[in-house]
């Protein structure tokens, strides 16, 4: 990076990659996205390549322009992350792709780490389903194996009587059955792994969850002791070891009476870290750029308190929101859409119970505006 900017490649051109351009940007790095839609929000923080994912014309075009590659989103074609990795540095390395895309696998993942996990079985027919739930019990969630995102390709199945009617939903495609976990809350942990080995861990987050989308995140978790956060930093660095990983990962949890369980893993900049553009010394979307680039990490300490609440389906008046002190205001140049990520508002503060009351307002705001 002494002689000239150092250009990253990234696959997917979404809000994700628009923010990791943001991120980059004032470090000397630029851009280039591919994403086959012709209006992608990262487009506007670097140069586009419009073409499918399939194309190796396109891809070689790509390479070309490019030092190393990363990607903003898990459902990549592993194909395509594999041709560009014969051509240029790919981090996080493709077979994270193989893992992350099948709920299966990542959970096999998981189990081979002893990282504990929700109990499951893959579903490949109607018998399969009913064994499935005999064998592991009802209440239970019917999950697509694959592209199943924010409750899409889910089914819940309450007793065995409600098998027929979950597999009529979303039967005919590779499924597993995933058994009941009580959990008190559902939290994440970010982590970020330099190329050398090195990593850093920002503080677990509190997530919030309607119909199956992100709603809020709080950070850092309220009442998370030396030991929870041990656990949850352990559990991400077998990860990270175990597919030579290198960027930020984020690992969802669940906080049970035994302690956490893992549920999925992100292999990429994650919705739960937004807050970390206001609240930390480094945000995770930057410490990615620093990670795939070679960088030496930032540190990952958070000013204060924060909390992040995604905006859904319809934009808010930006002055009212903005009007309100200590809140911050991010969009991400998409269309107004039924259950759509369109953008998020962090708000900071020095202390959890002002963050509560700042996040109380900007819910009503956010109501008022829908």
Known sequence: MHNRSLRVGVLGGGQL????????????????????????PAAAVGDHIVADYEDTSAL????DSVDVVTYEFENVPVVA??????????????RTL???????HEKECFRALSIPTAPFAPVDTLDDLRRAVETLGAPGILKTRRLGYEGKGQARIASLDAVETAWNAIGGVPLVYEGFVSFTRELSVLAVRARDGTTAFYPLVENHHSEGILRLSIAPADGVDATMRACAEAYATRVLESLGYVGVLAIELFDTPNG????????RVHNSGHWSIEGAETSQFENHVRAVCG???????PWGHAAMLNIIGKIPDAHDVLAM????????????????????????ADDAALVHDRVTALRRVLARDA
């Open 17 to 40: 990659g628009r923010m990791l351009g943001l991120a980059g940007i004032p470090l000397g790095v630029r851009f280039t996205f591919f994403d086959p839609t012709p209006d992608a």
């Open 295 to 301: 960088l030496p990490l930032g540190a990952t300490r």
């Open 81 to 94: 992350a594999e041709y560009v990795a014969a051509r240029r540095p790919v981090w996080p390395p493709p």
């Open 325 to 348: 002190s200590h809140t911050h205001l991010h969009l991400y140049d998409k269309r107004e859409a039924p259950r759509r990520k369109l953008g998020h508002v962090t708000v900071c």
């Open 60 to 63: 070689d075009t790509f390479c």
């Open 98 to 104: 193989h893992v992350a895309q099948d709920r299966v």
């Open 260 to 267: 956490l369980v893992a549920n999925e893993m992100a292999p």
